[in-house]
């Protein structure tokens, strides 16, 4: 599992992985009702940050566009620019986009999904009406 890998690398060297508190900060915004300050989010994140870590790792998402701030007082409360779909949606694109042997990754993916998930993709490549409309791809995404 990758999440297990994040934890022995954890475990092991007491640091997070490269990129694990950027998905934690953007998995306690995606969670909360609207924008959070820094304050809230590092009340929200585990282990014991800094404050200046967690206002670090807000500004670069905010600088690689993942996250839009507002003035909040003398700060700024910052939210996800995208949804979680939308975020990961995309990252799969990124991958399989980098990847050499793109019928090899594909063929990969479908192979190791769960019953339930081939059974969703294949409603979703069919185009069936049954799926909710946040479902669905539009025409500009074929």
């Known amino acids: 599992m990758a999440g297990r890998g ?6 092991a060297t007491g640091r997070r992985a ?16 609207g924008p959070l300050t820094a304050r809230e989010v590092r009340e929200r994140l585990s282990g014991d940050l800094a404050y200046t870590t967690v206002l670090t790792i807000l500004s670069r998402l ?7 701030r507002h003035r909040e007082g003398r700060g700024y409360a910052y939210e996800p620019a995208r949804d979680e779909a939308s975020h990961t949606a995309q990252r799969m694109h990124s991958l399989l986009k980098g990847g050499a042997d793109r019928q090899a990754v594909l063929t990969r993916f479908v ?6 998930d081939e059974h969703l993709l294949q409603r979703l490549l069919s185009g069936h009406d049954d799926l909710p409309p946040e479902s669905r791809r539009s025409p500009g995404n074929r």
């Open 6 to 11: 994040h934890e022995e690398a954890h475990e």
């Open 62 to 68: 905010h600088d690689k566009g993942m996250l839009v």
């Open 111 to 116: 192979s190791e999904l769960s019953e339930q």
């Open 18 to 33: 490269r990129g694990e508190l950027e998905s934690d900060v953007l998995a306690a915004l995606w969670a909360a009702d």
